[in-house]
């Protein structure tokens, strides 16, 4: 990879390091400080006559360092740079284990309008009442779709609402007087990260429970595992490998005889929402992620919102604040250790994410509960049209039906050069984000698709004549179109290792 002046890596494809750092209509684009200077300005202003500062000695001496632009020089870099972005607006968005669904515009209306974009959670309650209904009703649709008996609105991601979970379940067991001996958090292979994570975060125990063949709990290893050390099992319905684990009642009944908990990751909602409620599967704490199941944007790590939803046993631990009926029918907020004695805290200052509530109660709103339902069958039937499109020249990683996402193994690739990494960097050509790669760890050299509801009979049908082509590609011995790839982006492969070991923060004149 070669260096153009400013010291910035250009694309091995770029023609003339000199003139255009872009590969055809793509641009390159550095930072602002690279791009403009201090000597320059956007803006001219008349020389001032006759003033005199009334800055005394606070007067600068010496220059900012800040770089100036004019108004289409910087209007340009952000285009540029929001370019940049594959976005779900671009085109299909075929990440596994994220929900990248469309994000209707009539939500971000909503959202935006003025009573519930610009409330203060400082306000008097008097003037936020309908604020609080519409958190309220979000509850409610969140209790009838689970069937659970409390929720926390206020978690503001997946991890967030793991740990909210885990945290009710930790205090429960705390109220037993039993949290120095249920230490073990029973934990499949198959989990997100975010999910052995938060029972260490919590101060438990891990153990690991391996797959058997069909991707599923492993019931005899689980059954040794059982123990009155146990404090609960994090298990993902359906799973990571977009199978529904049967013997799901069997694991929840198992795991309260030996007077554990049963926390069930609820990302992947979005496949079973509509046809069966998670209390009958035994689940004591669960969370949903807004921004999958419910259409609200990923957020780049926030705003985010995970509400995690409680059984009977464990509402009573709930966190703080949250909102009350009272009997005149006023909308109370509940926020005082008083008014909740076993409340195990607060999560963050605040309720939540409004402006994420708002999208979520407009998508549920907008569908109705019959929609919704038909949200899961539409995300299962898509899912399983591309597998059924692709398993005879891709490898599925099981037999049979999956449910919302659709995995396979790289056997297919077996003696051909080319691994799963080129295969979907392959994809970047095509103009493709590629797919989740090496995840879930049960699969060797996993891709994992997930195409969601909502895209069409075509987008799936190009996607899938995509894949096959590459597949077909890579069999013709086509090596160095994906060992290469990306050819057609303007940076190509990045080190990623020293990018996440030594990321450059700060820039200096001197780089
Ligand atoms: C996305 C996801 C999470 C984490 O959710 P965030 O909102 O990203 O924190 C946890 N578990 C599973 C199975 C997921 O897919």
Not at 371 to 380: K, R
Request: glycine fraction near 8%.
């Amino acid at each position: 990879m070669s260096m153009n002046k400013t010291g910035r890596p250009t694309s091995p494809n770029s023609s003339n390091s000199n003139t255009s750092f872009g590969s055809a209509l793509l641009q390159d684009e550095g930072l602002l400080y690279e791009v403009g200077s201090i000597d320059k300005t956007g803006v001219d202003l008349e020389k001032l006559n006759d003033t005199k500062t009334r800055l005394g000695d606070m007067e600068r001496t010496k220059t900012t360092g800040l770089v100036g632009l004019s108004e289409p020089e910087t209007l340009r870099h952000y285009v540029r740079l929001s370019q940049k972005n594959y976005a779900i607006d671009l085109g299909l968005y075929p990440l596994g284990s994220c929900t990248m669904k469309h994000n209707p515009r009539l939500n971000e209306k909503l959202a935006r309008l003025p009573g519930f974009a610009d409330v203060h959670p400082l306000q008097p309650l008097s003037t936020v009442q309908g604020a609080l209904q519409l958190m309220q009703e979000l509850s409610d649709w969140l209790l009838q779709i689970t069937g659970m008996d409390s929720v926390a609105l206020s978690p503001k991601a997946g991890a967030h609402g793991e740990m909210c979970g885990m945290m009710a379940i930790r205090a429960a067991i705390a109220a037993k007087g039993e949290l120095q001996t249920r230490k073990r958090v029973l934990v499949p292979e198959s989990a997100h990260g975010t999910n052995p994570a938060t029972a260490a975060a919590c101060g438990f125990d891990i153990d690991e429970i391996p797959a058997n063949a069909n991707g599923q709990v492993d019931m005899e290893v689980f059954r040794s595992k059982l123990g009155n050390d146990v404090a609960a099992i994090m298990l993902t319905n359906p799973n990571t490998c977009g199978l529904f684990e049967p013997d799901i009642k069997e694991i929840a009944d198992l795991v309260h005889e030996y007077g554990g908990y049963f926390y069930c990751d609820g990302a992947n909602l979005n496949a079973i929402m509509g046809k069966c409620k998670v209390r009958d599967l035994g689940v004591d704490a669960m969370h949903i992620n807004l921004h999958k199941t419910f259409s609200t944007p990923h957020g780049g790590g926030g705003p985010g919102a995970g509400p995690t939803v409680l059984s009977a046993r464990l509402s009573e631990f709930a966190p703080l604040p949250f909102v009350r009926k009272n009997d005149d029918g006023k909308l109370d907020m509940i926020e005082h250790d008083e008014q909740a004695p076993n409340s195990f805290g607060r999560m963050c200052a605040f309720h939540g994410q409004m402006g994420m509530f708002v999208r979520a109660l407009a998508y549920m709103m907008s569908h109705g509960g019959d929609g919704l339902q038909q949200v899961s069958e539409d995300a299962v039937l898509n899912a399983n049209y591309l597998l059924a499109r692709l398993k005879n020249h891709l490898s599925p990683a099981f037999e049979g039906h999956c449910m919302h996402e659709a995995l396979f193994d790289d056997s297919f690739l077996a003696d051909t050069g080319v691994t799963t990494l080129d295969f979907a960097k392959a994809l970047i050509d095509e103009g493709y984000h590629p797919m989740t790669m090496y995840f879930p760890l049960v699969v060797h050299g996993a891709l994992l698709v997930e195409p969601t509801e909502t895209e069409s009979l075509q987008s799936l049908d190009e996607f899938a004549d995509t894949m096959l082509e590459l597949a077909k590609s890579v069999k013709s011995g086509e090596v160095e179109r994906f060992t290469e790839a990306p050819l057609k982006a303007p940076l190509r492969r990045l080190d990623e290792t020293l990018a996440a070991r030594k990321p450059v923060l700060r820039w200096t004149q001197d780089l």
